[in-house]
């Protein structure tokens, strides 16, 4: 079945980096692209920045610009979400979601979301 | 402060309907049929409930419907039932550099 599978809960450091992988199965996933939300405690969703994972492309939203890198690799499905000079603000539910194949390309229709995962920001 | 205007919250009794709204600009919700209901349980991920402003991904109940005028859309609810309960976003395109905004979100009370 489709599916997006997320890598485990991660703590970190203030000013520290972290990386989380999406590894996507049961459709073509260069075919849509993948989005990166996010959700602090008790808040709500923020919407963070798209990756076109057959050329690479990326668009990021602009209060990420600088800190936010997204990348994939083709050759196991997997998407990241790389944030760098964390801060306790960071701390949130990571997803990744894939563009609905049933709505026009990057329009905010996300129709698969990956499980979420926890990231804690803290001394 | 989020980009979409959501009720913070919305009740209703079992049977009923309820209505949850979404104002944004002329640059999002205005601009484009592109606004997306998302369904979120406590410690779950979202579900896409309406895209593109009133269709429907298969599987989920025609009691959900959406709806648009100007700058403001909107999501109905009929019949309500127990496993309504929760919250629900709105996310609109935007031709701002944010490229996707959300609302910020609205807690349903199944009474």
């Known amino acids: 079945q489709v599916q997006l599978v997320q890598s485990g809960a991660e703590v970190k450091k203030p000013g520290a980096s972290v990386k989380v992988s999406c590894k996507a199965s049961?459709?073509?996933?260069?075919?849509?692209?993948m989005h990166w939300v996010r959700q602090a405690p008790g808040q709500g969703l923020e919407w963070m920045g798209i990756?076109?994972?057959?050329?690479?492309?990326?668009s990021y939203a602009q209060k990420f610009q600088g800190r936010v890198t997204m990348t994939r690799d083709t050759s196991t499905s997997t998407v990241y979400m790389e944030l760098s000079s964390l801060r306790s603000e960071d701390t949130a539910v990571y997803y990744c979601?894939?563009?609905?194949?049933?709505?026009?390309?990057?329009?905010?229709?996300?129709?698969?979301w990956g499980q979420g995962t926890m990231v804690t920001v803290s001394s | 402060q989020s980009a979409l205007t959501q009720p913070a919250s919305v009740s209703g009794s079992p049977g009923q309907s309820i209505t949850i709204s979404c104002t944004g600009t002329?640059?999002?919700?205005?601009?484009?049929?592109?606004v997306s209901w998302y369904q979120q349980h406590p410690g779950k991920a979202p579900k896409l409930m309406i895209y593109?402003?009133?269709n429907r991904p298969s599987g989920v109940s025609n009691r959900f419907s959406g709806s648009k005028s100007g700058n403001t859309a909107s999501l109905t609810i009929s019949g309500l039932q127990a496993e309504d309960e929760a919250d629900y976003y709105c996310?609109?395109?935007?031709?701002?550099?944010?490229?996707?905004?959300f609302g910020g979100g609205t807690k349903l009370t199944v009474l």
């Open positions: 593109e402003v009133s």
């Open positions: 979601a894939r563009d609905s194949p049933l709505a026009v390309a990057g329009t905010s229709a996300f129709d698969i």
């Open positions: 990756i076109n994972p057959s050329g690479g492309s990326t």
């Open positions: 996310s609109s395109y935007t031709s701002s550099s944010t490229y996707v905004v």
């Open positions: 002329s640059s999002d919700v205005g601009g484009y049929n592109y």
């Open positions: 049961g459709y073509t996933f260069t075919s849509y692209y």
